[in-house]
């Protein structure tokens, strides 16, 4: 005879499961609503636990839910798949400089600038994108200035400060606001290997709220349209605050011609560090034609609640 708590465990695993099911289908509404699309970013937590709920039934013998269970899991998995199918890239090549552009949200509240600066001494990054930079951080970063020699930064006291430092001279640099909020950005241009190179580094609003959500896809169609017009090898670089699973990431691939550097390599998760139960990729660095990529890391943790993205590159062509 099956006791109660056999029962009550059983009732708790298909509860979990059900809802996760739920969960899943309200996130493929997501272009309707931005609470819905709250639920798109979750896609590698619901294949575990969905998976986890169907072993769990099916060696209770409860094979019509394990069955169900599986296959919104499958469903969950084909999403997340092209972060491992690799696509056609441009070929690398020996002859090219190989550059190191390294993107970090730092937090604004983080006071840990000694593992920030010791993170771009021991990486050596060419191109640096701060995001949440405040003139407090600014500030102490000022003995990279040899290292560091040519930088535009636009530090605030908020969340949305940025600061792009490089080792190469820029033919051109600017602070720019992408969208209506106004949140500055900024845009670089170099020569490599005869040929231009345009390097953004942005970071919208949080998706918290319709306002918030709108001002974020706004900007994210501004940059698409940036992108899309910009004539040279770009490569951009940002705490998008979405992941690869939105319907408006796949929007900005579509409206961009960008294409994300993690497919093929893995899913490079990078919020909430020190969480990773629940890891998802929200920090993004995407090419356009032109770049070839060499590798993508994550790198170590810098007292904030993001980990930096690491990306080694060539520009092959134009």
Known sequence: MMSIKSINFRVFTVSIGVLTCLVTLVGLLGRFWWGFELATHFRVQYVVVLACCALL??????????AGFTVI????????????????EPPVSDNKTVLRALLANVNSANRDYRRIRDTLTDWNPDFVVLLEATPWL???????????????????????????????????????????????????????????LVIVGTHPLPPIGAIRAWSRNEQLLKLAEFARQTPHPLLLLGDLNLTPWSPY????????????????????????AGWPPLW????????????????????PALGSDHYPVIVDFQVVGS
């Open 280 to 299: 998802i990729p929200i920090d993004h660095a995407l090419f356009s034609t032109g770049i070839g990529i060499r590798q993508r890391q994550t790198g």
């Open 249 to 272: 990431f796949e929007r900005l691939l579509a409206g961009s011609g960008l294409r994300d550097s993690r497919h093929g390599r893995g899913l490079f998760p990078t919020w909430p």
């Open 57 to 66: 039934l099916l060696a209770g013998r409860r094979r019509g839910w394990a």
């Open 138 to 196: 600014m500030g102490r970063l000022t003995d990279l200035a040899d290292r560091y020699p040519y930088r535009i930064a636009a530090p605030r006291e908020d969340n949305f400060g940025i600061a792009f430092l490089s080792r190469r001279p820029f033919l051109q640099a600017n602070v720019v606001g992408f969208g209506a909020a106004g949140l500055p950005s900024t845009v670089a241009e170099f020569e490599i290997d005869r040929h231009r």
């Open 73 to 88: 899991a499958l469903l969950n998995a084909t999403l997340v798949a092209p972060s491992y199918n690799k696509p056609a």
